[in-house]
């Protein structure tokens, strides 16, 4: 018989034996052995732990109760205990979960649930078994209770409802869920997990989530929505419509033309043209622009109120976003200049004028007066008017309209008339350039009369314009007359239409090549002039109102009239003129 120090490992008891005293006497020794047989006896039923491993029962498809038995503790100090636990079989001192449920061990039942398993998968099958073993440690080592086993249920899905549904909607999902903890289960829509509300055996509540994003134009914006439980994933349904929704904008106040971002949850990055619009008050506006991170639209130019609300239709369903929006109107500071010509134009200064006004130039309205006219230009704080053409003589009010605020300016603009001061030279043959001084609208043309015959006139500054006697004017004392379309004014003085004169010329002979000085008056640079030496017309080198310089041609010899020609008039010399060799 043997007794002695126990040790454990895994599923053996090793027993080390002491070394035993022999004695001499046959009869002390017969009773030293039956003592010390009856003492091990005694001594290896307080040694010796002993556990068994009772059930496993499954709560659900990722949770299980464990159940063991401790029949003894034994002899020496218990330092932990528990279960091991895993998918397969093999559960030891180095494989499976440790569950320790701390050292206070005592003989008898003891229990624990395990959650949030994760079921092992394959390509083709998942493993649903759960294994399960109860230990003992002490500082001699660890003993197990045997493995035991559960199949652990499998979710069955059987419907969604209903089948579309935007942010913070609520979703069932019917089916065999084996579970009341929401922990236990997650639900997907597109890779989104919704917060799960309401957890049964026969049905998960959920609520759809934001964020989900649904970028192919063809998709119409369907999804598909999975179940996960115990590590594995249920398809749901691979056809839920999201629906998108709108739930604020900024900047609640802005300035025509501004451009207003509408947020909003699961905003899809493609619409059908007719799935979406948006309004401010009762006027509907273009989309600029959209994208799974908002809608972007204008405030628009006529924008009916100072304060609307902003309303988006999408798919049919209207929402009125929170807070009305509210116009910040522009203000007119100054004009300048103050005064002018009709047909002039002057500039506005101020604030808040729409920087999209080449886009909406029609829903603009300055009034000179009572006459609206036509902006040229538009800045944020500047724009050009145009003084009406037609507008009479005086000072006018002038106001500015963008979208439903009027604004008068509190200068007023003077309109001046148009005038003709002097006028040189005085006379002046046809073609003779004539000045014009006067009041005048700068980088004009014009129609200047020279009596009642009509030429063309070009006013390089507001004081000046620039023309010429026109062919056909009558000789004399004429009146010069300006107009435009809108206007006709007429200069005080008289200016005179000079025929031309020849009244000399020198040198009376020359060589071929030399040069012949005419004089006279009335003449003109711009006119058509011909010179001839008898027959044969030669080079003109300069003109001015009294003189003419010509070359004497080469191929004339003699004595001969020196013809001048110009705007129609024939002017012969009274005396010859001498070609010398």
Same mark, same amino acid.
Do not use: W
């Given at each position: 018989?043997?007794?002695?120090?126990?040790?454990?490992?895994?599923?053996?008891?090793?027993?080390?034996?002491?070394?035993?005293?022999?004695?001499?006497?046959?009869?002390?020794?017969?009773?030293?052995?039956?003592?010390?047989?009856?003492?091990?006896?005694?001594?290896? /039923?307080?040694?010796?732990?002993?556990?068994?491993?009772?059930? $496993?029962?499954? *709560?659900?498809?990722?949770?299980?109760?464990? /159940?063991?038995?401790?029949?003894?503790?034994?002899?020496?100090?218990?330092?932990?205990?528990?279960?091991?636990?895993?998918?397969?079989?093999?559960?030891?001192?180095?494989?499976?979960?440790?569950?320790?449920?701390?050292?206070?061990?005592?003989?008898?039942?003891?229990?624990?649930?395990?959650?949030?398993?994760?079921?092992?998968?394959?390509?083709?099958?998942?493993?649903?078994?759960?294994?399960?073993?109860?230990?003992?440690?002490?500082?001699?080592?660890?003993?197990?209770?045997?493995?035991?086993?559960?199949?652990?249920?499998?979710?069955?899905?059987?419907?969604?409802?209903?089948?579309?549904?935007? +942010?913070?909607?609520?979703?069932?999902?019917?089916?065999?869920?084996?579970?009341?903890?929401?922990? /236990?289960?997650?639900?997907?829509?597109?890779?989104? +997990?919704?917060?799960?509300? #309401?957890?049964?055996?026969?049905?998960?509540?959920?609520?759809?989530?934001?964020?989900?994003?649904?970028?192919?134009?063809?998709?119409?914006?369907?999804?598909?929505?999975?179940?996960?439980?115990?590590?594995?994933?249920?398809?749901?349904?691979?056809?839920?419509?999201?629906?998108?929704?709108?739930?604020?904008?900024?900047?609640?106040?802005?300035?025509?033309?501004?451009?207003?971002?509408?947020?909003?949850?699961?905003?899809?990055?493609?619409?059908?043209?007719?799935?979406?619009?948006?309004?401010?008050? #009762?006027?509907?506006?273009?989309?600029?622009?959209?994208?799974?991170?908002?809608?972007?639209?204008?405030?628009?130019?006529?924008?009916?109120?100072?304060?609307?609300? *902003?309303?988006?239709?999408?798919?049919?369903?209207?929402?009125?976003?929170?807070?009305?929006?509210?116009? $910040?109107?522009?203000?007119?500071?100054?004009?300048?200049?103050?005064?002018?010509?009709?047909?002039?134009?002057?500039?506005?200064?101020?604030?808040?004028?729409?920087?999209?006004?080449?886009?909406?130039?029609?829903?603009?309205?300055?009034?000179?007066?009572?006459?609206?006219?036509?902006?040229?230009?538009?800045?944020?704080?500047?724009?050009?008017?145009?003084?009406?053409?037609?507008?009479?003589?005086?000072?006018?009010?002038?106001?500015?309209?963008?979208?439903?605020?009027?604004? /008068?300016?509190?200068?007023?603009?003077?309109?001046?008339?148009?005038?003709?001061?002097?006028?040189?030279?005085?006379?002046?043959?046809?073609?003779?350039?004539? $000045?014009?001084?006067?009041?005048?609208?700068?980088?004009?043309?014009?129609?200047?009369?020279?009596?009642?015959?009509?030429?063309?006139?070009?006013?390089?500054?507001?004081?000046?314009?620039?023309?010429?006697?026109?062919?056909?004017?009558?000789?004399?004392?004429?009146? $010069?007359?300006?107009?435009?379309?809108?206007?006709?004014?007429?200069?005080?003085?008289?200016?005179?239409?000079?025929?031309?004169?020849?009244?000399?010329?020198?040198?009376?002979?020359?060589?071929?090549?030399?040069?012949?000085?005419?004089?006279?008056?009335?003449?003109?640079?711009?006119?058509?002039?011909?010179?001839?030496?008898?027959?044969?017309?030669?080079?003109?080198?300069?003109?001015?109102?009294?003189?003419?310089?010509?070359?004497?041609?080469?191929?004339?010899?003699? +004595?001969?009239?020196?013809?001048?020609?110009?705007?129609?008039?024939?002017?012969?010399?009274?005396?010859?003129?001498?070609?010398?060799?």
């Amino acid at each position: 018989m043997a007794c002695g120090l126990v040790m454990y490992s895994k599923d053996s008891v090793i027993v080390t034996y002491m070394k035993l005293y022999i004695f001499r006497s046959p009869f002390l020794l017969i009773i030293f052995s039956f003592l010390l047989l009856q003492g091990c006896e005694k001594e290896d /039923e307080q040694i010796h732990p002993e556990i068994k491993t009772m059930q $496993i029962t499954a *709560l659900s498809p990722s949770s299980a109760t464990l /159940e063991g038995n401790i029949i003894h503790t034994g002899k020496f100090p218990v330092l932990d205990f528990g279960f091991v636990y895993g998918l397969t079989p093999e559960l030891g001192e180095t494989m499976g979960t440790r569950l320790s449920l701390g050292k206070d061990a005592k003989p008898g039942t003891y229990k624990q649930d395990v959650k949030n398993l994760k079921i092992a998968s394959g390509y083709y099958t998942s493993n649903h078994n759960f294994y399960a073993r109860a230990y003992l440690t002490n500082e001699k080592g660890t003993v197990f209770g045997q493995v035991a086993s559960v199949t652990l249920p499998s979710p069955n899905i059987q419907s969604i409802v209903p089948n579309t549904g935007k +942010a913070g909607d609520k979703i069932t999902i019917s089916g065999s869920f084996f579970t009341s903890d929401a922990t /236990e289960v997650e639900v997907l829509f597109a890779n989104v +997990a919704g917060k799960v509300i #309401e957890v049964s055996p026969s049905k998960v509540v959920v609520e759809v989530p934001s964020g989900i994003t649904s970028s192919s134009y063809y998709d119409y914006r369907q999804v598909g929505v999975v179940l996960k439980m115990a590590g594995q994933t249920y398809n749901v349904t691979s056809t839920f419509k999201v629906n998108p929704s709108v739930t604020d904008f900024s900047p609640k106040s802005a300035t025509l033309g501004t451009v207003i971002t509408i947020k909003g949850n699961n905003l899809p990055g493609y619409y059908y043209y007719s799935n979406l619009r948006v309004s401010f008050g #009762e006027v509907d506006v273009p989309i600029t622009s959209y994208s799974s991170t908002g809608i972007q639209v204008q405030v628009p130019h006529h924008i009916g109120a100072k304060k609307v609300p *902003l309303s988006v239709i999408i798919d049919g369903v209207k929402t009125t976003l929170p807070g009305d929006f509210t116009v $910040i109107p522009h203000t007119v500071t100054s004009i300048a200049p103050t005064s002018g010509l009709s047909g002039s134009y002057f500039s506005l200064t101020g604030d808040n004028f729409p920087s999209d006004f080449y886009y909406n130039y029609n829903q603009a309205v300055v009034t000179v007066g009572d006459i609206p006219t036509t902006i040229s230009y538009v800045s944020s704080g500047e724009m050009l008017v145009l003084v009406p053409f037609n507008l009479k003589e005086g000072n006018h009010k002038i106001k500015v309209a963008f979208g439903p605020t009027v604004i /008068e300016a509190t200068q007023q603009f003077s309109v001046v008339a148009s005038s003709i001061t002097s006028f040189s030279p005085t006379s002046g043959g046809i073609g003779r350039e004539v $000045i014009l001084k006067g009041n005048f609208l700068p980088d004009t043309y014009y129609i200047v009369n020279f009596g009642s015959v009509r030429i063309g006139g070009y006013s390089t500054s507001s004081s000046t314009i620039q023309t010429s006697v026109p062919q056909g004017a009558t000789l004399g004392a004429v009146k $010069i007359s300006v107009e435009n379309d809108y206007t006709k004014i007429e200069a005080k003085d008289e200016f005179t239409v000079l025929a031309p004169t020849f009244t000399a010329f020198s040198p009376s002979s020359g060589v071929a090549g030399s040069v012949v000085t005419i004089t006279g008056s009335g003449f003109s640079a711009n006119a058509y002039t011909v010179v001839r030496f008898g027959t044969v017309s030669t080079n003109i080198l300069s003109i001015t109102d009294t003189t003419i310089k010509a070359v004497v041609p080469s191929n004339v010899t003699g +004595a001969m009239k020196i013809t001048v020609l110009q705007n129609g008039q024939t002017m012969i010399s009274k005396d010859n003129f001498t070609v010398t060799n």
